[in-house]
């Protein structure tokens, strides 16, 4: 139904940004609900952000005030902006929609903040 690929992540210093982006494949993006997900070393993956199709959005508690969560329908993509960050943030971070009960998530792209 959909395929998901992240990109944007990196190596950034404490107090930096970056804005992660995840394409996807499918004619259905617009009517999907996003959400960004992530997961550190030693850790269960979490929930980040969430968007749905129409707009409404919510954030881990960890994340608000920091990262935005937002969507291109016309690219396909779904963005998560993130600033201030903290050592606390780096992990493998998910792109994730479900379709009906199926899950599907992308690769991962990885963030790393030094102290």
């Known amino acids: 139904q959909v395929q998901l690929v992240e990109s944007g992540g990196g190596l950034v210093q404490a107090g930096g940004s970056l804005r992660l982006s995840c394409a996807a494949s499918g004619s259905i993006f617009s009517i999907l609900p996003m959400g960004w997900y992530r997961q550190a070393p030693g850790k269960q993956r979490e929930w980040v952000a969430f968007?749905?199709?129409?707009?409404?959005?919510d954030y881990q508690d960890s994340v608000k005030g920091r990262f935005t969560i937002s969507r291109d329908n016309a690219k396909s993509t779904v963005y998560l902006q993130m600033n201030s960050l903290k050592p606390d943030d780096t992990a493998l971070y998910y792109c994730n929609t479900r379709v009906g009960f199926q899950n599907y998530w992308g690769q991962g792209t990885q963030v790393t903040v030094s102290s």
């Open positions: 968007i749905t199709s129409g707009g409404s959005i």
